[in-house]
Each structure stands twice: as structure tokens, then as C-alpha cells.
């Protein structure tokens, strides 16, 4: 969940990936043209219209996802586990669309998704945040997500890789790197950063080895990784999301969202997953943010028309001037105009000079939160090989190999370890965060009377983490080595169905997203 904003340094690749990797392009062309509908980048509403006339069985995608993880995730890795019971899911929602069950014609019915593995599932799979130390260990029941999924019949495919324990066991170790599922490699170019933590649902998606997936995010880890793999990625407003069953870092900022090709898809699946959840007391306000008629209905081509946009140079948009990036989103400004919508630019955040103080605050309350919420998590499995997170670090230390210990440490756990509950430090930071946000990013939304800030990848996600406001990322752009890069649209709680609207019509008049090319 929590994005480490650094770089991670560019990764070879051996002699194997790069002769494999002819051999899984040419493979994975004839597998998709042995099914008459092509499969590859299909939107939910394509592959419903598939199963309505009879294109398309739920059994044939399943196994399609399936033939593609086996022959990509050894290059990849951007799932960790296959759920053994995908199959019989998939004859199950065929058998209730042939009988015309109720509900078994729309939304993400008979559609496979993928998820975190932060993400409890009560089946034959694990959940283990990426790590060995959970590995076995049995979660009481579905997370609250999971159980919405189940009761919208998505076929629940497989757990996708991540950064470990949603990149906050080290501040040492790549994104996208655990001990369980290996380093995770961006699709489009495979030195490039895949970002984190969600980083495996990101690739799964972006790589077509799955309709749809959910990601986590406390700070930046569903809106970086979507940026940096060419994905819509929709961080909710927290609480409209249930994180029960989570794996958590904090409930203060901790958010369950959709990572998916295309904006309509996400609102798909945002439809399914929001709603009230009696083991999530955030839900309970967080729910009454939904709209009535779900989101789906804010799918509209002209959804830019009359919307008022801000734009912070400072520091978002600090590109070098006449850099290819500054011209692309200099080009971007210009189409949202073009499509209705009010620009108002050279706004200022006034306490934005201390952007970089908050980010220590953040720290402080999440090292403290952390503790008590990875505790209570454990405390709480039927069983498990470790119940603390003293014991999760005596794990590391045992198991230092598997772990690579050595090489990447555990600092964030040491650190946690050290504190004593929420003390007056963390409370001062709580504080401090709490007024960075009423005087920061909610004045200038309110002054400005603004439906977005735009900003450019992932910029925002601090501000919009701390206040638990939602933001989405859709694909604006790729480098000139072919790495993409997003734009993304923050508001301020319960302002989705406008994010859509604006998401959903840049989307539609720029049309950037590509398959990627798995350059090496």
C-alpha cells in the first residue's frame, strides 16, 4: 500500500528471459486467435456481450487467463498464486447464465479478477502479503470485498503479486519485489520501475493476464503503479471500500480499489465492491457517498463538458521546459479545454512548501498504526506461524535467505517494532496531517470550487492519501524508451462520480492506452 517515491535502480535481465520471451509473444498471439472473440484487452462490457451471444464461455476465459499466466508469469511475475477452484467457478457461471439466473447477465458476472495478495480469501488459496511467514496461516473468513465480488459472481482467479507486506517491511527493497512472488518486471519495458505496492495487479492487467483486479493503496500504491504500467487505477474515498480482512498498515488512510484497462471497467468494478461492510466501521459513512444507480451512469463521452479543473504547477508540474514530458501534458491541458472543461491554472496550495515535512509526519503516525494493526490482524487468523509482528521479524531473521534479509533489511518493521502505541508524538503528527489537509488540499478545492486537480502520475498521492480522498489514474503518455506514464484526476471525499466523468472523458478523447511490447 505505501509507494516508496524513489527509483529503483534498472534490473538485467538473464539469458533465458530474453530467449523466452520471442517464443511467449508468438504463443500468446495463437492462443488468443483460437477463440473467435479476441480475448486480449477486452473491456467487461465486450466480454458480456461475448457470453450473451454465445461467443464466449466463462470456462474458455478462465482458461485463456490461465494459458497466459503459465506461459508470462515466469518472465513477469506479476501473480503469485492461481486459485485451484478458478475452473469450476467459471462452469458455475456458465450453468447460471444458461438457466438465466438472476443477475447472471451483467456486471462482473462470470468475469475473472484478480487480487492483491493482501487480501483475504477463505478458500483453497493463501494470503500472505508476498511473504513466507504467512504462508499456511488461515484467515477467518473472506475479506468484506471478497464477499461482494462472490455476490456479483466474478470468478476469483488468483492472488497478484505485490511489493512485500504492500512495500513496508523495508525501505531498501525494488517495488514490486517479494519474497513469495520474485521481482515483478513492467510489462512495456522490463527494466523499467513497475512501482508498488499493488504492483502485480497492475502488471496482471496491463499484460492481459486477467480481466480486472483490485489493488490497495494507503499512499500511492494503486495510483503509481497504474501510472507506471499503462492501467486506470481508482484509489476510493476511504471507507467507501470495505478493508476488512485486509492486510493493513493503517485504517487511517488504508483503501481497496479497482486496477483495470479502461475507466468503464473500474466503475464496473467499483459498483460491485462499494458498500457497507459491519466489519469495517469506516463503511459506514463512507457508504453513504454512493450514488444512487451506482456508477456505471457516469460513463459519459462528454463528461469533461463543464467541469472545473486546477492545475499546482508547484511542484507537479516542475518539468524542464520543452522536455517531451512538458510538451505532452502542455498538449493534454489543451484537449481538456477543447472537450468543455474549465482549466483554471497557476493555482497554489499554500502550505505546500511543507509537503515534505507532512511525509515524516505520515511516517511517524503510520509506524505507530502499523504495530497495532499488523497485531490485531494476526492475532485474529485461525492459524498462523507468526502472531506478532516481533515474531514476523524473528521470522525474517531465521529465514534471512528466502526473505533476503541481507540484502534489502527490514528497517519499516524494526521501527514499528520500537514504538509503544499512539504517544504524544504521534498524536502531535495526526494533528499536523489533519491540518495540512483542511488548510491545504480542501481550501483549494472549495475556494476554486474545483471538480479535480490534475496532476501528472502520481504527484498527488500524498495529499490525497493523508485525507483519505479519492483519486484515478488514467494512461496519458509513453517515453521515448515506450515506459508510460499517467495523469491523474484527485477530488475531494465522495467526488467519484465526477472523477469518472472527467477520467472517462479524457480517456475517450486521447485514447493512449497499447498493449505492451515487453521490451527488454
Excluded at 247 to 267: K, L
Excluded at 422 to 430: L, Q, R, S
Aim: net charge positive; proline share 5%; with cysteine.
Amino acid at each position: 500500500m505505501h509507494c516508496l517515491k524513489m527509483a529503483t535502480a534498472k534490473l538485467a535481465f538473464s539469458l533465458f528471459s530474453h530467449l523466452l520471451l520471442p517464443t511467449l509473444l508468438a504463443i500468446s498471439a495463437q492462443s488468443n486467435a483460437i477463440h473467435a472473440f479476441p480475448i486480449r484487452e477486452a473491456t467487461i462490457k465486450d466480454l458480456q456481450l461475448a457470453f450473451k451471444q454465445n461467443k464466449l464461455t466463462s470456462r474458455q476465459l478462465v482458461e485463456f487467463y490461465l494459458g497466459e499466466i503459465h506461459r508470462l508469469n515466469p518472465l513477469l511475475h506479476g501473480v503469485i498464486e492461481v486459485n485451484p477452484d478458478a475452473v469450476s467457478q467459471a462452469d458455475k457461471a456458465d450453468y447460471e447464465r444458461k438457466v438465466k439466473a438472476a443477475g447472471s447477465l451483467r456486471g462482473l458476472h462470470g468475469i475473472p479478477i484478480l487480487l492483491k495478495d493482501n487480501i483475504a480469501t477463505k478458500d483453497k488459496m493463501n494470503t500472505t502479503a508476498g511473504s513466507y511467514a504467512l504462508l499456511g496461516s488461515v484467515v477467518p473468513r473472506d475479506a468484506g470485498v471478497v464477499v461482494k465480488l462472490r455476490k456479483a459472481g466474478a470468478i476469483i482467479l488468483g492472488k497478484a503479486s505485490l511489493s512485500e507486506w504492500s512495500h513496508f517491511r523495508s525501505s531498501k527493497a525494488p517495488s514490486g519485489f517479494s519474497g513469495r512472488g520474485g521481482q515483478g518486471k513492467n510489462p512495456y519495458v522490463l527494466s523499467a520501475d513497475p512501482c508498488g505496492s499493488s504492483s502485480g495487479s497492475a502488471i496482471s492487467v496491463a499484460a492481459n493476464l486477467v480481466a480486472v483486479s483490485l489493488g490497495t493503496e494507503t499512499d500511492g500504491s494503486i495510483l503509481c503503479p497504474s501510472s507506471s504500467n499503462s492501467v486506470v487505477g481508482l484509489k476510493p474515498t476511504l471507507g467507501l471500500t470495505s478493508r476488512a480482512g485486509v492486510i493493513p498498515i493503517t485504517p487511517r488512510q488504508d483503501s481497496v480499489g479497482p486496477i483495470c484497462r479502461t475507466v468503464a471497467d473500474a466503475a464496473y468494478v467499483l459498483d460491485a465492491i462499494a458498500g457497507f461492510d459491519h466489519y469495517d466501521p469506516a463503511t459506514r459513512t463512507g457508504s453513504e457517498y454512493i450514488p444512487r444507480g451506482g456508477y456505471k451512469q457516469f460513463l459519459r463521452p462528454h463528461g469533461l463538458k463543464g467541469k472545473r479543473l486546477g492545475i499546482v504547477r508547484n511542484p507537479f508540474f516542475n518539468f524542464d521546459k520543452g522536455s517531451p514530458l512538458a510538451q505532452v501534458f502542455y498538449h493534454h491541458l489543451q484537449t481538456l479545454r477543447q472537450e468543455g472543461a474549465l482549466v483554471i491554472d497557476h493555482l497554489e496550495i499554500g502550505n505546500i512548501d511543507s509537503l515534505y515535512s507532512i511525509a515524516n509526519d505520515e511516517m511517524t503516525a503510520m509506524l505507530a498504526e502499523f504495530k497495532l494493526a499488523i497485531n490485531a490482524y494476526l492475532k485474529e487468523l485461525v492459524t498462523s506461524p507468526v502472531r506478532s509482528l516481533a515474531e514476523v521479524i524473528a521470522f525474517n531473521n531465521k529465514f534471512s535467505d528466502l526473505e533476503k534479509i541481507k540484502e534489502y533489511g527490514q528497517d519499516f518493521f524494526l521501527l514499528a517494532e520500537a514504538t509503544n502505541g499512539i504517544g504524544k508524538k504521534e498524536k502531535a503528527a495526526i494533528l499536523n496531517l489533519e491540518k495540512f489537509t483542511r488548510d491545504g488540499f480542501e481550501k483549494l478545492m472549495t475556494r476554486n470550487k474545483l471538480d479535480a486537480l490534475v496532476t501528472p502520475g502520481y504527484a498527488v498521492s500524498t495529499l490525497l492519501a493523508v485525507g483519505g480522498f479519492p483519486g484515478i489514474n488514467v494512461p496519458a503518455v509513453y517515453a521515448g524508451d515506450g515506459e508510460p506514464f499517467g495523469i491523474c484526476f484527485g477530488g475531494l471525499k465522495g467526488s467519484e462520480p465526477k472523477l469518472l466523468e472527467v477520467a472517462y472523458g479524457f480517456e475517450q478523447a486521447t485514447k493512449i492506452r497499447k498493449p505492451p511490447s515487453f521490451k527488454s
